[in-house]
């Protein structure tokens, strides 16, 4: 069965938005129960093995809570023959000042539209001189 071009990009997407509004009960819905979950950031490995241990133990790590993601800044879906691929970049502001975070996340779905296993690298909170809104 071949999997069209929508496919590709509806989970990935679905994902970066949810995280993007901080929608746990998106992000939760988006995994199936055993989800194999491995991610890098600059200083840091981490692993997770449920939906529930990956937003909260991870996820609300990377973006806490007074992290306010004001923009999808970039967003690119495409896969590598039948893995997924969302590269995703945030402006995000908190009270150490405005940054710009990029993520590049690979998975695998099930045939129902829940990730079974994602891998995802972020390059780190990055500073930014432009003033709020110029973007």
């Known amino acids: 069965m071949a999997i069209g071009a929508e496919f590709w990009t509806e989970i990935g997407s679905r994902y970066v938005a949810a995280l993007a509004a901080k929608d746990t009960n998106g992000l939760l819905a988006l995994f199936v129960p055993d989800v194999i979950f491995r991610g890098m950031t600059p200083g840091r490995f981490w692993e997770a093995d449920s939906p529930q241990r990956i937003v909260h133990e991870v996820l609300y790590q990377w973006f806490e809570p007074d992290d306010v993601i004001e923009k999808i800044e970039h967003l690119e879906a495409g896969h590598v023959v039948d893995r ?12 150490d000042g405005q940054f710009i975070v990029e993520q590049r996340a690979y998975f695998d779905t099930d045939g ?10 972020c390059g780190g909170y990055r500073p930014t001189t432009d003033p709020i809104g110029e973007r």
């Open 84 to 95: 997924e691929r969302i590269d995703y970049r945030f402006r995000v502001r908190n009270a």
């Open 112 to 121: 129902a539209g829940h990730i079974t296993r994602m891998h995802a690298i």
